[in-house]
C-alpha cells in the first residue's frame, strides 16, 4: 500500500500556471506508475497524466503541451505543472500510484490521495 498526500490545490485566474505537489510512502519500490487523475461532479475520473519508473509521460490529449508531470525520486514526491490554464481545468486532483500510465486506467491496486481542488476562473 502506498500513502499519498497532495498540497498545492487553490484558485487561479484563466491562463494562469499553478503547481501541484503530492508525497508518497510505504511501498513505493514495486510500483511503475505514479500520476494524476482529474474529476468534476457527473463526470468519470480522468487520468490526466503518469510517469514510469524509468521517467518516461503520458498525458491525456485534453492537458498536452500546457501540464509538466515530474517526480523528485529521493524526496518520493510527485509534481504536476499546470500553465495556461482554462475554466475546464477545474476539478478535483487526485494523485494516484499503480495504474496504467498508457491508458490513464486505474484498478482495483490503485492507491489514491485524498485529493486537493483546482478552481480556474
Known amino acids: 500500500q502506498v500513502q499519498l498526500v497532495e498540497s498545492g490545490g487553490g484558485s487561479v485566474q484563466a491562463l494562469g500556471s499553478l503547481s501541484i505537489s503530492c508525497k508518497a510512502s510505504g511501498n513505493t519500490y514495486s510500483t511503475n506508475c505514479l500520476g494524476w487523475f482529474r474529476q468534476v461532479p457527473g463526470k468519470e475520473r480522468e487520468g490526466i497524466a503518469g510517469i514510469e519508473s524509468d521517467g518516461s509521460t503520458s498525458y491525456a490529449d485534453s492537458v498536452k503541451g500546457r501540464f509538466t508531470i515530474s517526480k523528485d525520486n529521493a524526496k518520493n514526491t510527485l509534481h504536476l505543472q499546470m500553465n495556461t490554464l482554462k475554466p475546464e481545468d477545474t476539478a478535483m486532483y487526485y494523485c494516484?500510484?499503480?495504474?496504467?500510465?498508457?491508458?490513464?486506467?486505474?484498478?482495483?491496486?490503485?492507491?489514491w490521495g485524498q485529493g486537493t481542488q483546482v478552481t480556474v476562473s
Open positions: 494516484a500510484a499503480d495504474y496504467d500510465c498508457s491508458s490513464g486506467t486505474w484498478s482495483s491496486t490503485t492507491d
